[in-house]
C-alpha cells in the first residue's frame, strides 16, 4: 500500500504557505454545521479545541481528568523551543529545522518539521498574547535558555513550570469557548472505541467514569490528542491516566502505527528507590545547562561525592563530546549513563545513578542565581530524596519519559482513516528517533494553534459525507464491543493485582526494548509479553462494578491494551535491523558506540496496519526523502 504523507511540492521554506493558500476553505457562515470531536485537553488538544471553536466550528472536547487543566502536559517543566533568536547567537528556523531533523537521526519528514520550526515563532506571540509569564531578561526580552542537541540558546520558559502556564493559557481560550457554546466540555469520559463509516471517523464511543454509563457522539471529523504511551514501561515520568488505549482502538479501526518502537529514555530522572514505587520523577533537562554529569573513575567507588577530590572524578559527557558536554541529546545521555553503571561507576545504593553536580555553578554564579533558575525543582528533589542539592550533587537516572512512536498522519496531521486526525505526542510526526528537549510543546501547540485550523478546514470543505446520527449500526456495534469488553474485564475474578501484570510488563520491556535492545531479547520479550497477556485474561483481579466509578475497572483496560501494544513494539524494534536515536540495536553501533543507521534499507517510516487478533499486523513503509538536508553520522564531539 502506497502511504501518501501527501507533502507539497516546491521549495522547503514555501510549502506552508503555499499548501495553506490551497487548502480549500469553510465559509464562515458553514462552520457552524460541523461537529468536530477532540479527544484530549492538554496543549494540543486544549489548543485544537479553543481554535477550532474560535473558528466557529462546535466542537466537543472530552477528557478523562475532571477538569482540562489536569492533563498530563501540566507535568511539563523546562521550557518551548522557538528560532526568534532573541540571543543573537546564531539561530534561525532553518537551525531549529536542522537540529531538529538531526536529534531525530534523520528519521522525522523533513517538511513536517520545517513547518514546525517556521510556526515556533508564532506560537511565542500567541502565548505571551495570552499572557503566558515567560521568563524575562532585566531589559524585558523574553528570556532563553539551552536545552540538549543545540548550541544556541533558544528555550522559553516559565521556570520549572513551562508546562502548567502553556496549559493555563489553552485552558483560559478553551473555556472562553465554552462560555460562549462552542465548545461543549466532556470531562470525566474515556474513549474506548472510534466510529468509522464508509472509511471516514464519525465518532466515538465513550464510558463515562462517574456513572459508568456508554455514551456515543457523532461528529464530522475526530481529532485525537490523548498524548503518550510511555507508562507501558510501568515506571515512566508520565502522569498515572497517561495510556495507549485511545490510539490503540483507532488502530484496530484501521488507523497505522507508525514506529511504535522509537521511545525516549530521559536522562535526568530520580533514580529507582524501592520494588513499590509506581512513578517516576523527571528532573528537567534545563538542570543540565548549569549541572555537571559525572562518575568516580575508579568502578565501585564507594566514598560520598565529597570526599572524592577533583581528580578521580570522571565529567564522562564534557571529555567525550567537548563541543555539546553536558547538553548532548537525551538519546546519547541515557546510553553514556546506562554504560558507566554497567562498567560499575554507578553511584547510590543500587549502583544505578550518576552524579549531576552544581556546586561550580553555586561557586560560579551564586546560590540566589541558581535558586532563580531551578528553586522549584531543587525543592522538588529534596522533597522526594531528602537530600539537599545545593549541597550534595543531584542523583540521576534514565527512565522513560516520551514516546516518538505514534499514529502514522500525513502532512495534514490526518491518519489513514478519513476525518481522524491526530496531534501533540500521539501522533509520529516531527520528532523521528529521537526528540529534542522543549520540543514536545512545541509541536502541541504548533499543531493545535497553527495546523488543524487550517487542516481540517480544508478537510470538511473537500470531501463530503452523508448525514449520520448515533443511531447508525456503526455506533451500536461499537457500544456493544466496549460493553461486551468491559464485562471481559470484570469477569475474569482472577488473584492478581492488575498493577502487578503491569509492573512485570514494564520489567520486560526495559530489560529487552530499553535503552539498548538485541535481537535475541526482543524475541524473548515477545513470548513473555504473549505469556503475560494470558494470564491477565486468566488471573487478572478487576474488582468492582461497571455502572459507577471504578478505577480498578479503568486501570485493568488500559493495561489490557498495553499488553497487546507492547508486543507491536517490540515486533516494530525486531524488524529495524538498524541503530537510530531511542532505537539502540546493540548488533548495529559504531566503533565508538553510537547508534549506527542503515539509510539504504531503513531510512524510512514503519506504519503497521491491524490484520485481526489471530494475525500478526502488517508492515507499511513510508520512504522518507531528504532533499535539504545530509545524512550524516550524527556527531556530538
Ligand atoms: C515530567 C515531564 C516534563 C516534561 N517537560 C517538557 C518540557 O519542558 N518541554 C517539552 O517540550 N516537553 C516536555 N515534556 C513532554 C510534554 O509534556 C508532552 O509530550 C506533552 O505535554 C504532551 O501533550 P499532549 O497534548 O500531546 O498530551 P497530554 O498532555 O498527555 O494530554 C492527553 C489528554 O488526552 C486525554 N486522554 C488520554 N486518553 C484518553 C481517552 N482514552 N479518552 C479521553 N481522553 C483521553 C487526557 O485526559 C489528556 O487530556 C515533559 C513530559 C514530562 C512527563
Known sequence: MHLDAKIPSGPLAEKWDKHRFELKLVNPANKRKYTIIVVGTGLAGGSAAAS?????????????????????????????????NYQNDGDSIWR?????????????????????????????????AQGIPFAREYGGLLANRSFGGAQVSRTFYARGQTGQQLLLGAYSSLMRQVAVGQVKMFPRREMLDIVVINGQARGIVVRNLITGEIESHAADAVVLCTGGYANVFYLSTNAMASNVSATFRAYKKGAFFANPCYTQIHPTCIPVHGTYQSKLTLMSESLRNDGRVWVPKPPGDKRPPNQIPESERDYYLEEKYPSFGNLVPRDVASRNAKAQCDMGKGVGETGFA?????????????????????GNLFQMYEKITASNPYETPMMIYPASHYVMGGLWVDYNLMSNLDGLFVMGEAN?????ANRLGASALMQGLADGYFVI???????????????????HPAFTEATRYVTERTQKLLSINGKRTVDDIHRQLGHILWGYCGMSRNDDGLLKARKLIQELREEFWENAMVPGSSED??????????VADFLEFAELMVMDAFERKESCGGHFNEAYQTEEHEAMRDDENFCHVAAW????????????????????VELTQRSYK
Open 549 to 558: 466509578f471504578n478505577q480498578s475497572l479503568e486501570r485493568a483496560g488500559r
Open 96 to 128: 531549529l529545522f536542522y537540529d531538529t531533523i538531526k536529534g531525530g537521526d534523520f528519521r522525522a519528514r523533513e517538511a513536517n518539521v520545517h513547518r514546525l520550526a517556521q510556526v515556533s515563532n508564532n506560537i511565542i506571540d500567541h502565548c505571551v
Open 52 to 84: 477550532l471553536g474560535e473558528l466557529g466550528y462546535y466542537v466537543k472536547s472530552f477528557c478523562i481528568q475532571d477538569s482540562p487543566r489536569r492533563a498530563h502536559s501540566i507535568a511539563a517543566q523546562g521550557g518551548i523551543n522557538a528560532a526568534k
Open 609 to 628: 496496519e491491524y490484520k485481526g487478533d489471530d494475525n500478526d499486523p502488517e508492515l507499511h513503509k513510508e520512504p522518507l526523502v531528504f532533499e535539504n
Open 453 to 471: 485550523p487550517y487542516t481540517v478546514g480544508g478537510y470538511l470543505a473537500g470531501t463530503s459525507r452523508p448525514e449520520i446520527t448515533t443511531d
Open 354 to 374: 550518576v552524579y549531576l553536580d552544581f556546586a561550580d555553578a553555586i561557586q560560579r554564579d551564586g546560590k540566589e542565581v541558581i535558586q532563580q533558575k531551578y
Open 428 to 432: 509520529f510526526s516531527d520528532h523521528g
